[in-house]
């Protein structure tokens, strides 16, 4: 399985980014897809989650509202829509792919494989 994130970039406070995760290869065993991100010195953080079953969401309460996580079966993407962003939600923007069942969804460890990152930075 391979995973392509993109659509980061530099957006002004108040803006919205919208990224994608392309999955390919054997997907057909994925159990979900989440988006995490991590800013230097600081653990991965977990944001949203989609498990394929039921297309089920799940989101970290400081993104509740704000980010909303959608998938594309048909083209096996992932999104993350940002809007409202924040100085703070500057960091590199990670998706993974758990092909596991999990109670323990929010934790990076749950998950398989990782696309490469992308950059948000949100200006003041």
């Known amino acids: 399985v391979q995973l392509q994130a993109s659509g980061g970039g530099l957006v002004q406070a108040g803006g919205s980014l919208r990224l994608s995760c392309a999955a390919s290869g054997r997907t057909s065993s994925s159990y979900a897809m989440a988006w995490f991100r991590q800013v230097p010195g600081k653990e991965r953080e977990f944001l949203a989650v989609?498990?394929?079953?039921?297309?089920?969401?799940y989101y970290a309460d400081f993104v509740r509202g704000r980010f909303t996580i959608s998938r594309d079966k048909a083209e096996n993407t992932v999104y993350l829509q940002m809007n409202s962003l924040k100085p703070e939600d500057t960091a590199v923007y990670y998706c993974?792919?758990?092909?596991?069942?999990?109670?323990?969804?929010?934790?990076?460890?749950?998950?398989?494989?990782w696309g490469q990152g992308t950059q948000v930075t949100v200006s003041s």
């Open positions: 993974a792919l758990a092909t596991r069942v999990s109670s323990t969804i929010a934790t990076p460890g749950s998950y398989d494989y």
């Open positions: 989609n498990r394929w079953s039921g297309s089920i969401t």
